[in-house]
Nanobody, 127 residues
Framework: QVQLVESGGASVQTGGSLKLSCVTSGFEFSIYCMGWFRQAPGKEREAVAEIDAGGPTIYPDSVKGRFTISRDNTKNTLYLQMDSLKPDDTAMYYC?????????????????????WGQGTQVTVSS
């Protein structure tokens, strides 16, 4: 059974930092593309960061230079380091797995490709 469990969300002030974790089980974590996504109230879910099995990463301009995605294949865990947080970063953050991705083929960059999702962890940034 595939499981993804996020943690690390909190309330912080502008300029603060947080590190989110996503512990996974039920699949061979090391060979698939993984991603972090977020959804703010009244807005569509959007990609925040994606990481291929081989390590290449993708970030939208809105978080580039502030967020860092990483993975520890020995712990089956995905991370998201978030620095210089802004009120616009306030959202529910989700990790997701694309279990149809091809090892080394790069992430396919689209929410629809991710078939497995965690329950989310809330990040609130106050000004």
């Amino acid at each position: 059974q595939v499981q993804l469990v996020e943690s690390g969300g909190a309330s912080v002030q502008t300029g603060g930092s947080l590190k989110l974790s996503c512990v996974t089980s039920g699949f061979e974590f090391s060979i698939y593309c993984m991603g972090w996504f977020r959804q703010a109230p009244g807005k569509e879910r959007e990609a925040v960061a994606e990481i291929d099995a081989g390590g290449p990463t993708i970030y939208p301009d809105s978080v580039k230079g502030r967020f860092t995605i990483s993975r520890d294949n020995t712990k089956n865990t995905l991370y998201l380091q978030m620095d210089s947080l802004k009120p616009d970063d306030t959202a529910m953050y989700y990790c997701a797995a694309d279990l149809d991705s091809t090892y080394g083929g790069g992430c396919r960059e689209g929410l629809d490709y991710y078939g497995y999702w965690g329950q989310g962890t809330q990040v609130t940034v106050s000004s």
